[in-house]
């Protein structure tokens, strides 16, 4: 029996998504995913594990709502972001019939999450300064339900134009829903859309654990948006999100001394970019170092194919965006440890 003939015919034709994890590789320098490079210590306080948790645990709700500087109804915790970013698509794309854009080079699982729940993609490339295509996305509106903009963008680092941001936000009203993927928000806190929300009923923002907060392990995000939107994801997400640890967990992080972590976390990483770039800027492989308002940096390397493999066959695994970008020798490095910086350097070193 082909139990491939009874799988739905767009998950057969499905290209799973290429996390970091899922491509591999053998090393001790993991610079593919943008994860922080050291764990922080956590302590599990709640040993009741014989109740289900709370659906929607309301000390990391109040938590997040603190911080972020909206009120707990403006909240939904789910599974990472990535599953909010599912979960919009199932409350607002009818499949078959809805479809949702998005500007790449950006992140990947917007694609893949549309193609698993078969709704259609509408494709508005970035201009060459990867920036809004306004006038292109204006023209692609038609069956559009959600229109995903990734900020600071993942994979090419950059911020998209606030002004750009509400030109969009005005093209979308009365049609469809907004969605800023803020996940890397916390290296450039001061670009976040959040103080939006009060004029833009339709605006959605999507944050996460995984990134500055060290907690990819974890797998905690959020939506922040105005009540009638959480309203309707409340009714498509699962009924215990969250693991009774990763709530406690989430909890911590979201105290005072958690935030505070964080944020030496962003100062760290920031200063460690600043040096790691001037450094890359110094070798002869290296042709662009792009601005990133994130905690990793789009390099295009004269011969991206070599640093990738020489580095790769070092043990130091790196992530390769030729094809994402559709620029050739386009590599992103997540900014690691200095230790670890100091390794790329010196494997780029022995390759000049
Ligand atoms: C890492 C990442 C996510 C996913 O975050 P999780 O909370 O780990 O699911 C979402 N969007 C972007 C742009 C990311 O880079």
């Given at each position: 029996m082909d139990i491939n003939q009874l799988v739905r015919k767009n998950v057969q034709k499905l290209t799973p998504y290429q996390s970091a994890r899922r491509i591999g590789g053998k090393g001790n320098v993991w610079l593919n995913a943008n994860e922080y490079p050291i764990a922080p210590h956590y302590e599990l306080s709640?040993?009741?594990?014989?109740r289900y948790p709370e659906p929607q645990p309301e000390n990391v709700i109040k938590g997040y709502a603190e911080y972020a500087g909206v009120t707990p109804e403006q909240i939904i915790v789910s599974r990472g972001a990535d599953e909010a970013i599912e979960l919009l698509m199932r409350a607002f794309c009818e499949p078959g019939q809805d479809s949702i854009l998005y500007c790449p080079p950006t992140y990947g699982m917007y694609q893949v999450s549309a193609e698993t729940l078969g709704i259609d993609t509408k494709k508005v490339p970035t201009n060459k300064d990867w920036q809004l295509d306004l006038k292109g996305i204006q023209n692609n509106l038609d069956q559009v339900k959600l229109i995903y903009v990734c900020t600071p963008n993942n994979p090419t680092g950059n911020l998209i134009n606030h002004e750009d941001l509400k030109t969009l936000l005005a093209i979308a009203k009365d049609r469809a829903l907004v969605v800023i993927?803020?996940?890397?928000?916390?290296?450039?806190?001061?670009?976040?859309?959040?103080?939006w929300l009060a004029d833009y009923p339709h605006l959605v923002i999507l944050r996460t654990l995984s990134k500055a907060f060290a907690l990819a392990g974890l797998r905690c995000g959020f939506t922040i948006a105005n009540k009638p939107i959480i309203d309707a994801l409340q009714k498509v997400i699962a009924p215990y999100p969250l693991a009774v640890p990763v709530a406690d967990i989430a909890g911590q992080a979201l105290s005072k001394e958690g935030i505070k972590n964080m944020q030496l976390h962003v100062v760290n990483m920031n200063n460690q970019k600043e040096k790691f770039t001037k450094e890359l800027l110094q070798l002869s492989v290296v042709e662009q170092v792009y601005p990133s308002a994130s905690n990793y940096l789009c390099v295009k390397f004269q011969d991206g194919k070599d640093v990738f493999n020489s580095l790769w066959n070092k043990g130091i695994i790196l992530r390769d965006q030729s094809k994402s970008t559709g620029t050739n020798n386009m590599i992103r490095i997540t900014i690691g440890t200095q230790a670890e910086c100091e390794a790329v350097i010196s494997a780029l070193k022995a390759i000049e």
């Amino acid at each position: 029996m082909d139990i491939n003939q009874l799988v739905r015919k767009n998950v057969q034709k499905l290209t799973p998504y290429q996390s970091a994890r899922r491509i591999g590789g053998k090393g001790n320098v993991w610079l593919n995913a943008n994860e922080y490079p050291i764990a922080p210590h956590y302590e599990l306080s709640q040993q009741t594990l014989n109740r289900y948790p709370e659906p929607q645990p309301e000390n990391v709700i109040k938590g997040y709502a603190e911080y972020a500087g909206v009120t707990p109804e403006q909240i939904i915790v789910s599974r990472g972001a990535d599953e909010a970013i599912e979960l919009l698509m199932r409350a607002f794309c009818e499949p078959g019939q809805d479809s949702i854009l998005y500007c790449p080079p950006t992140y990947g699982m917007y694609q893949v999450s549309a193609e698993t729940l078969g709704i259609d993609t509408k494709k508005v490339p970035t201009n060459k300064d990867w920036q809004l295509d306004l006038k292109g996305i204006q023209n692609n509106l038609d069956q559009v339900k959600l229109i995903y903009v990734c900020t600071p963008n993942n994979p090419t680092g950059n911020l998209i134009n606030h002004e750009d941001l509400k030109t969009l936000l005005a093209i979308a009203k009365d049609r469809a829903l907004v969605v800023i993927d803020e996940a890397y928000i916390e290296f450039s806190p001061q670009s976040s859309v959040v103080t939006w929300l009060a004029d833009y009923p339709h605006l959605v923002i999507l944050r996460t654990l995984s990134k500055a907060f060290a907690l990819a392990g974890l797998r905690c995000g959020f939506t922040i948006a105005n009540k009638p939107i959480i309203d309707a994801l409340q009714k498509v997400i699962a009924p215990y999100p969250l693991a009774v640890p990763v709530a406690d967990i989430a909890g911590q992080a979201l105290s005072k001394e958690g935030i505070k972590n964080m944020q030496l976390h962003v100062v760290n990483m920031n200063n460690q970019k600043e040096k790691f770039t001037k450094e890359l800027l110094q070798l002869s492989v290296v042709e662009q170092v792009y601005p990133s308002a994130s905690n990793y940096l789009c390099v295009k390397f004269q011969d991206g194919k070599d640093v990738f493999n020489s580095l790769w066959n070092k043990g130091i695994i790196l992530r390769d965006q030729s094809k994402s970008t559709g620029t050739n020798n386009m590599i992103r490095i997540t900014i690691g440890t200095q230790a670890e910086c100091e390794a790329v350097i010196s494997a780029l070193k022995a390759i000049e």
